[in-house]
């Protein structure tokens, strides 16, 4: 039995490999990906808000490669909710980098 089979049964005729990385890799991206959403707000309140904003566009990056890896371990039916998340992510790192660049630049 697969590792994604385990974690999702509709995955269970493909042997992906748990994300094309081995068994630990989509879980250590999650693991970056939900400890950098959650220090970024502390990051922010003690060192500048440029640069919790700057964790936060890297974890929502690494949300968007995380849920591309996925797409090929998931039924076909599921593909489009996945894109509009990856497209989200990306939506929402480029609006942190955006408002980071401009508060760095003096306003």
């Known amino acids: 039995m697969s590792c994604m089979a385990r974690v999702a049964p509709w995955a269970q005729d493909q042997d992906a490999g748990c994300m094309n990385g081995g068994p630990y890799k989509g879980r250590t991206t999650a693991f970056v990906m939900a400890m950098a959403v959650l220090i970024a707000p502390f990051i922010a309140m003690l060192i500048r808000i440029e640069a919790g904003l700057i964790v936060m566009a890297l974890a929502l990056g690494a949300g968007a490669l995380l849920l591309r890896d996925v797409l090929g ?8 909710w996945l894109r509009l998340g990856m497209v989200v992510n990306v939506a929402l790192a ?14």
Request: proline letters at 5%; a positive charge.
């Open 73 to 80: 371990a998931v039924p076909v039916r599921v593909h489009q």
């Open 94 to 107: 480029a609006a942190c980098v955006g408002l980071a660049v401009w508060l760095l630049s003096g306003r």
